[in-house]
């Protein structure tokens, strides 16, 4: 089976509700897809993603520079089509690069279910046929009040959910703290509360704050300071109970090393669109586990369903309010958790089959961008 086509696309959409952080009021979400037609006639597909910007520019790589490289390959080489996207793109850092070669990756991985006629998540070791998730807020909007909070959570548990994710980064700590603190009565002692700063804290205010919160029994901590702070994360998870989880802005298994080898994190979020696809995060995966942390994967849950379901150190798969591929309306078979439960479609390859009618009314360029585009950190 040889490549002989590479298709890629760039769509532009907001989220199916507001989304608002600590750090960042989203626009809108960009999703790059590429198709990799073969000469068997099998066709797989791939996707990568960008919160804002840089849409055009990942599918401007792939169509420019990347594409004529994978044709003529053998997409079951998975490992070396992956080592030549990477070696030729590596002066360019890390970043954009791993974003394109993830969509061509996924494709790949999308092709190598097909002609073997399994579903991904068996190719990476069928772990497990499913996997409890957790429902995950992007609300800190100023407008926000407590009860409109509480009122999305009953909604959550209606759902089956029992842990849910809010966003904190009050200028006010106990603004925050009260927030957890009415959520954790909604669910009840079965429940569980996760909270997410987006880097908002410095070092000084991570331990000084980190220290009020590690009262309340939280499932974890996520992305408390800068990424690049391994020492800072490091001294913070030396003097917490509570579980430390980040990974959705690190873009190789080197970085992960990195902070393993400090004793920096307890959950690993590894996102593999922003990795490099597939082939990175499950070799992710295998290192996290040799360090006896769990993984919880950043987005990207109807693909995040497969990646979990095929590793033994799996803990939760997030699901995004307003940003799922399935909440979105872009797929022709949705892809649903049901009671708190996700379970990866038998479909061969990751299952993920769009509705290219719903997709058009969404496709994007570098002119529409460059007429709509405002930014949208604070």
Known sequence: MKII?????????????????????????????????????????????????????????????????????DPLNYEEIWNKLTRQSRRLGLGVNSMAIAAIDIAVWDLMGKHYGQPLYKLLGGARPSIPAYISEINLSRTDKIEDLLARVDDYVAQGYRTVKIKIGKDDINEDIERIVRVQEKLGKTGKVLVDLNQKWNAAEAIQNGAKLDELNLGWIEEPMLYQDIQGHSNLKRSLKTPIALGESLYSKNQFLEYLKADAADIIQADVAFVG?????????????????????????????????????????????????????LLENPIEVVNGIGTPPPTPGHGIIFDRNALKAYESNSSIVRKTFTGGSK
């Not at 600590?22 to 990568?48: R, Y």
């Not at 590793?311 to 591929?325: F, I, K, P, R």
């Open 5 to 73: 086509g590479v298709y890629a696309s760039v769509y532009r959409l907001p989220p199916s509700v507001p989304w608002e952080d600590a750090t960042n009021k989203v626009q809108s979400l960009e999703f790059v897809l590429v198709d990799l037609h073969t000469d068997s006639g099998l066709i797989g597909t791939g996707i990568s993603y960008s919160v804002d910007i840089g849409g055009t520019v990942i599918k401007g790589l792939i169509e420019d520079y990347l594409a004529n490289l994978v044709v003529g390959m």
């Open 277 to 329: 696809g597939i082939t990175e995060w499950h070799k992710i995966a295998h290192l996290s586990n040799a360090f006896g942390r769990l993984m919880a994967p950043h987005f990207m849950m109807e693909l995040s369903l497969q990646l979990l379901c095929g590793v033994q150190n799996s803990y939760m798969l997030e699901n995004v309010t307003g940003g799922s591929l399935t909440e979105l309306g």
